[in-house]
């Protein structure tokens, strides 16, 4: 009994995407010919590989067993493709990457835009997720995090070798406000407060000479966005805790003032990271070596921090 490769990609893209239309999108057929040929291949089989609702698409356990097999074979297939194709002038193909919001919003203009002009024939899937995912899982060639959330297993290039997160609020809040001078003083201001992808409220984090302080600070307003902190922040809704990267063009203009400089040293920056146990493809070779000529220090990723505005963090 045989099952043909598009079946098996069939199978693997259903049970990536969670469902036939989306898997289907992505692969070019109909919903309709993508549920009749996974059928097919359940009857020649003998067991069901979904189960399906109205609402939803789940593995089986025979399907979830039978996933966890085919995708190491159908990975050296295509790692195959792509050996034999390597010698190319320039990539092609899909490149699929994941990264947190804010991590997108920091490379794509110096970095993934760049990586499109130099090669046309490319493709940039980016999808951003708070919550740290399994990419190879998931079928991502690669990611980018902060390095401290990397997987130990996985190869890291740093993209920006330092990061620091920074205390901000604006003139007019300033005006109303006294500034504070420790962590501790944050307790009795209005902070914009920061509910993570696991549904915690973030603690805002300090250090200075080994003294390490967690704050749970209060607030009235509680976000999940740091580009809507951003903005309450620069309507002088009160104070923030955000990246250098988000805040520096504002710090420089005089729209923000950064508070606690003293207390948020740098921390290692962001990374693109991928499988040590893959073939790495020449579309993110590619990518590899344009962090690496464009990163801080070599090239023109990452702008300059206004020296005045001790700004941090990503």
């Not at 989306?22 to 309709?32: C, H, I, K, M, Q």
């Not at 990586?115 to 399994?134: F, G, H, I, S, W």
Request: glycine share 8%; charged share 20%.
């Amino acid at each position: 009994m045989k099952a043909s490769l598009s079946e098996l990609e069939a199978v693997t893209t259903i049970a990536r995407l969670g469902g036939f239309r989306a898997a289907a999108r992505e692969l070019g057929v109909s919903s309709s010919s993508l549920s009749h040929a996974v059928l097919a291949l359940e009857e020649r089989l003998g067991v069901r590989l979904f189960n399906r609702t109205t609402r939803s698409v789940a593995l089986t356990a025979a399907g979830e067993g039978f996933v966890a097999e085919v995708l190491p074979a159908l990975a050296a297939i295509e790692g195959a493709v792509e050996r034999v194709t390597e010698s190319q002038a320039r990539p092609t193909g899909t490149l699929r990457l994941n990264t947190s919001p804010g991590a997108a919003k920091m490379v794509l203009r110096p970095l993934l835009v760049e990586y499109l002009k130099r090669y046309p024939q490319m493709t940039l899937e980016v999808a951003t997720d708070n919550a740290l995912v399994d990419i190879i899982a998931l079928g991502f060639d690669a990611g980018f995090r902060l390095a401290e959330a990397v997987p130990p297993d996985m190869i890291a290039v740093p993209v920006f070798h330092q990061s620091r997160m920074i205390v901000v609020g604006s003139p007019d809040y300033f005006r109303q406000r006294s500034v504070p001078r420790r962590p501790g003083d944050l307790l009795q201001h209005a902070c914009i407060r920061a509910r993570m992808a696991s549904g915690r409220i973030y603690h805002w984090e300090f250090n200075r000479r080994g003294e390490s302080v967690e704050i749970d600070v209060p607030g009235p307003l509680i976000l999940d966005d740091s580009d809507l902190m951003l903005e309450a922040t620069l309507c002088g809704a009160g104070l923030a805790y955000l990246s250098d990267h988000a805040v520096q063009e504002h710090v420089a203009a005089g729209r923000l003032v950064p508070v606690l400089d003293d207390w948020t040293p740098p921390y290692d920056g962001l990374c693109l990271y991928f499988s040590g146990r893959r073939h790495v493809p020449a579309k993110l070779r590619a990518l590899i070596d344009l962090v690496r000529e464009l990163r801080p220090g070599r090239g023109r990723i990452g702008a300059e921090l206004p020296a005045s505005g001790g700004a941090g963090g990503s």
